[in-house]
């Protein structure tokens, strides 16, 4: 596929869909928009600061309603969707997710209402398309998936699918020169790799080292590192009581907030910096690996761009490495 075929694609997607996001470029800076054409499609490398996470689990949803002695789960409309270019990392955060939401209806359902095009993170021939198919994306969730090759003149795809409604869309479009992957799991045969086990206990036996002492020192507190991230899906419940119902909500919530631990009493779990701060980081490379089979990272780098602290999370799993 060329790129004057991938735009009239888009424009085939919006005409059919209506509601297509994409990376929209505005004097560089990346961020995710409504389109309305084909000409307004961006496959940008460059990956945008926030994720397509909202989409899937919004900052505030509301859940159900409470009126006498009837529960109503909310019922939103059916609302169909096409997110375009999703790259590597954040594929990888939609199928952790999709792991912890399973059984979750309103996570679901918008997963179901979707349509996910992802794209490789660089414009990149590979040499062994056999390796990458069988150790990358057959374990991704997406519908269609975007491999640019680069070339002298004009840049060209390879198209794979990952659902029966990938494949509908592309032959509704009449394009048939793609390859199908099964997806078989989110979990490699080889697990977590040795790099990732080795975090696991690395990060345990760094409790109470002093490389927590030193980065709470830093740490505001701000909670930006958990917005921004693809993989952050800790929330809080709100009841909202109104005259004749109470409607309950699920927000998004931080860690690193300090109302985040309290119980009835008062008592708090996290009631220090450092305490909030290894809270974080355990959760990424240890309790979800545990749980999973998956790191609880993706690598995006979105934490160490945004903490006003200048946090780097590389760099202290690195040390963590080194030093325990």
Known sequence: MNDKQLQDFVSYLIKNRHNVFSHTDDDGE????????GKDFVLCPKRPLYSFKKFFLPPCQKMMEFSGDTTTLNRSPNVKIVLLGLHFYDLKALTLINQ????????QKKLRNAIVIGQSPVPAELEDYQ?????????????????????DKQKSFRIFTGSEDGQRLLDGFGYRDYENIEYVGPVPKKGLGPINSMLIEKVKKS?????????S????????????????????????????????????????????????????????????IYNYYDHKFVRIPEEYEMPGCVSCGRCT????????????????????
């Open 30 to 37: 990346i961020s995710i928009k409504k389109i309305s054409s």
């Open 217 to 276: 020192k830093k740490c505001t507190d701000c909670g930006k590192c958990t917005i921004v991230c693809p993989t952050c899906f800790c929330f809080k419940i709100k009841d909202e009581i109104k005259k004749d119902e109470i409607v309950r909500s699920r927000e998004w919530d931080s860690c690193f907030y300090e109302e985040f631990s309290e119980i009835a009493g008062g008592h708090k779990f996290l009631d220090s910096t450092e305490k909030r």
């Open 131 to 151: 390796k990458f198919e069988k150790e990358v994306l057959e374990h991704l969730k997406f519908d269609i998936f975007l491999e640019a090759k680069s070339h």
């Open 305 to 324: 761009e945004v903490c006003p602290a200048g946090i780097d999370l590389r760099e202290n799993l690195k040390r963590i490495l080194e030093e325990n």
């Open 100 to 107: 912890v939401y399973n059984k979750d209806p309103h996570f």
């Open 207 to 215: 409790c109470g080292s002093k490389i927590w002492k030193e980065l």
